[in-house]
């Protein structure tokens, strides 16, 4: 029991912090994330990671808070690519990876500039891959704030969205207006992705988005249930990282322990392979045996 | 800015833009985006890992780099394929934070791994990045019309006895071994830049196939010079200007062709 | 026969419709009426342009000239009159929804807000299950229906709103012949237990001609519409080929041949040639 939970654990205020931030950062990850798949859309979630790292980049160069920079780069980017149209699936893809590639390119000057200008040191490590434990009181209730607000949007919007989903043309002919609830969509995409890249760092913040969501799907026997699944899923996946995290420190005097961002993603990916084998297993018990019975019966007098 | 160190840089930049302008072309044709992003990620907890050890960062490039590839190209067959390949994407950028996190050149080694670091490059790596990026396009010249047949037709392919599913696996690993020679120079974030910009743009200008090829390789070639000239000059990172400078030519072509169309309609009404 | 006469308007009017993709011409003034209860196929070969009809009736295509009207008034995107199924529908096998959360979404998909489905409602879906013979497998996952299953749910899924017209797509293609004449049944059976015209396209009407009150015929981006006493003749079909067909009856079906090579001209006396 010491090894797994060592001293001082629940008494750290910045472990106190990082676990309400995990939590609320999964939850919305989770309901945003279980669309997103839904959609097909992973590569386009997984974009707008690499744009909000070039905003969260730019506001440590500004002395602006990392979260607004996120923000900022996530929403720039949604809005970019939804003009550069994003109709056909293979334009999708060349699309967002061309935004992509620009973003990291900006990402790198920011980062450059950050250790040569700004003479800090760790901004490429705090910006990709989170710092959740250094995250300043201040910024939680604007977090929180705002997973609220992107949780009723997805709430209100799920029925349509379902269908859209679906078939846009279907959801066209029942009066469904497909162009605004791609978008609001979008909008509820850019601001989940900018919220997590807060807590595990932008360019990991798709596992949180994807993994519990993905994982869930694949159990669950509908939406509704798929999305509590992957909420619950997060926020077990972030609590235990974080916790992970916080004892290696102890586990090695000499070393500085491993990230959060890490043991977060390390623990989704588990879940997802944890659930492709129930789904094996689920698949191999329900096989149908043939019946030949009937075949016999109908060849005959009929 | 031809001489001493630059030298290097020149030569390699010349060598991964060759590689990556053909090596692009069949990942736009294939619409590999996804997995030509995720590969050089597993290059990148490669690196890492043999920088951790004290091996050989190549060494750790290429064996991650293969694994990713084969990997990739099982889970796309069975169950989502943008669901998996994403996860296994981001635990390998994990995986190489955590062992870089152990190292004491935490913050720099990230950056030069991620981003490039063209301007460092030894007159020692020259040679094997040559060897290296000749034996990708050698691959790619022997599977041409193999990736043109399975990209555009599979299922003919398959009917003459082309298995499209091995084809793509074979394409991967030729992805891989571009990668292993190229994020020493470009770094793992910014290669998929560079392999999709140029060929995006070639493609919109011309529909064929041979000439799309060798306007990828051009384009590809003056981004890197363009880069490696702009870098020298302002002190600002390589990767930023192929980020930037790749972004330009897909966005410029695909204007040009809508501009183009929009004239000959024009003369059409009148 | 009076305008005055009849008692509800068309459901459906078209007018004078043209669609064009860039230089082709798909469909050149096109006209026709879909009138209330009452079952019509549209009928062509592959690639004539039923598809776009169907969209153009949609509000999905745009037309050059013309215009479309439901229930006498222009189309507008709310308009909740017309249910549809399409031909194709990619339905993910993983996605966690079962025919039931389908058939209902057809209720209320257009709908922001917070609120639960009411018994009503619930009551609506089932009926609508019920109507198209799917209670057996309406928990079950839409991913892992058959195609027959799938395209039942989406039928129910269409007439769950009650719409005044059913459009649907290519829904006979690629059926064995025991299904078509299923589905057939089924749609006609629901069409008149809950007063629903329908609209459906196809390239074979020998299925349809039991139940079928009207065809409109599609050739050459232009249309015949009528009973099918009156259009499937070798004289108004000759025409709208553009070259002599023979309309032929044998054993209660009817087979269109061409004779690729005779004018439109050289056409017989009688309309149509009995065999028996």
């Known amino acids: 029991m010491h090894v797994l939970l060592e001293p001082g654990f629940f008494s750290n205020a910045p472990v106190r912090t990082a676990l309400l931030l995990g939590a609320v950062v999964a939850a919305v990850s989770a309901v945003v994330g279980v669309i997103t798949v839904v959609r097909s859309q992973s590569f386009a979630g997984h974009a707008l990671t690499d744009v909000a790292t070039a905003g969260g980049s730019g506001a440590y160069y500004l002395g602006v808070g990392a979260l607004w920079g996120f923000l900022g780069g996530s929403l720039a980017g949604a809005g970019a690519m939804e003009l550069i149209g994003v109709q056909r699936v293979r334009r999708r893809d060349l699309a967002t990876g061309i935004v992509l590639g620009a973003a990291t390119g900006i990402s790198a000057l920011f980062l450059y500039l950050d250790t040569t200008v700004k003479a800090t040191t760790g901004a490429t490590q705090q910006i990709l891959f989170g710092s959740i434990f250094s995250v300043s009181n201040s910024t939680v209730p604007y977090v929180a704030a705002f997973s609220g607000l992107v949780i009723m949007l997805m709430t209100i919007m799920r029925r349509p969205l379902l269908l859209t989903s679906l078939s846009s043309e279907i959801a066209s002919s029942q009066g469904v207006r497909v162009r605004l609830v791609g978008v609001l969509f979008m909008l509820c995409l850019a601001v989940s992705v900018g919220l997590s890249s807060i807590a595990i760092g932008s360019i990991l913040s798709t596992a949180l988005l994807i993994g519990p969501a993905a994982t869930a799907l694949r159990v669950a026997r509908s939406i509704a249930a798929a999305t509590l699944l992957a909420i619950g899923l997060g926020i077990i996946s972030a609590w235990i990282g974080i916790l992970l995290a916080y004892d290696s420190f102890y586990w090695d005097p000499s070393s500085q322990g491993l990230p959060v961002s890490f043991f977060i993603v390390a623990i989704c990916f588990v879940f997802y392979l944890f659930s492709s084998l129930v789904l094996a297993r689920r698949r191999s018990h329900t096989t149908r045996r043939p019946v030949v019975t009937d075949f016999a019966f109908s060849a005959e007098g009929h | ?270 | 026969m009076s305008i005055g006469a009849r008692e509800t308007p068309p459901v459906l009017e078209v007018d004078g419709v043209s669609v064009s993709f860039g230089p082709r011409n798909i469909l050149n003034n096109v006209s026709f009426e879909v009138r209330a209860g009452e079952f019509t196929g549209l009928i062509g070969s592959n690639g004539v342009g039923k598809t776009t009809l169907l969209r153009v009736i949609l509000g999905l295509q745009s037309i050059s000239s013309g215009s479309v009207r439901v229930l006498g008034a222009p189309l507008s995107r709310r308009s909740r009159a017309l249910g549809y199924v399409p031909q194709k529908v990619l339905l993910d096998p993983d996605v966690p929804m079962r025919a039931r959360d389908l058939v209902a979404l057809g209720l209320d998909a257009h709908k922001f807000g917070f609120s639960r489905r009411s018994a009503s409602e619930r009551e609506r879906v089932e009926e609508m299950l019920v109507a198209v013979d799917a209670e057996s497998f309406a928990d079950s996952r839409i991913g892992s229906l058959s195609g027959g299953e799938q395209q039942r749910v989406l039928i129910a899924h269409a007439l769950v709103s009650n719409p005044k017209l059913l459009l649907l797509d290519e829904p006979l293609a690629n059926l064995d012949p025991g299904s078509v004449q299923e589905v057939v049944a089924l749609l006609h059976r629901v069409a008149k237990d809950h007063g629903v015209s329908i609209l459906l396209s196809a390239h074979e009407m020998n299925a349809l001609l039991p139940v079928m009150d009207r065809i409109v015929y599609v050739s050459n981006g232009q249309v015949a519409s009528g009973t099918t006493d009156e259009v499937v003749r070798s004289d108004v079909l000759s025409k709208l080929y553009g070259h002599h067909v023979d309309v032929i009856q044998l054993h209660g079906r009817v087979f269109v041949v061409a004779e690729p090579g005779t004018s439109a001209e050289d056409v017989p006396e009688h309309p149509r040639y009995q065999v028996d």
């Open chain 2, 1 to 270: 800015m031809f001489t001493g160190f630059m030298v290097n840089a020149w030569q390699a930049g010349t060598i991964v833009a060759v590689v990556a302008g053909v090596v692009g072309f069949f990942v736009v044709l294939r619409g590999s985006a996804f997995p030509a992003h995720a590969i050089p990620n597993g290059a990148f907890a490669g690196a890492a890992g043999a920088n951790l050890i004290g091996l050989n960062p190549l060494l750790g490039l290429g064996v991650f780099s293969a694994l990713a590839a084969l990997a990739i190209g099982r889970l796309g067959k069975r169950g989502r394929p943008d669901v998996a390949t994403a996860l296994a994407l981001v635990l390998m950028l994990a995986l190489g934070a955590a062992f870089l996190s152990q190292s004491t050149q935490y913050e720099p080694e990230i950056y030069s791994l991620l981003f490039g670091e063209i301007l460092g490059v030894s007159s020692a790596q020259i040679l094997p990045t040559l060897f290296l990026g000749l034996a990708s396009v050698l691959a790619i010249a022997v599977l041409y019309r193999r990736l043109l047949l399975t990209s555009l037709l599979p299922d003919v392919a398959a009917s003459k006895g082309v298995d499209p599913f091995r084809v793509d696996v074979m394409f991967l690993l030729v992805v891989a071994l571009a990668t292993t020679m190229t994020v020493p120079v470009v770094g793992a974030l910014l290669i998929f830049s560079l392999m999709i910009g140029p060929p995006a743009a070639a493609r919109t200008l011309t529909s064929r196939p041979g000439t799309a090829l060798w306007l990828s390789v051009l384009f590809s070639l003056l981004t890197i010079w363009i880069s490696i000239a702009a870098s020298y000059q302002s002190n600002w990172p390589v990767g930023f200007y192929v980020g930037t400078i790749s972004a330009v030519w897909y966005l410029s072509a695909r204007t040009y062709v809508r501009a183009k169309l929009f004239l000959v309609l024009q003369r059409r009404i009148i």
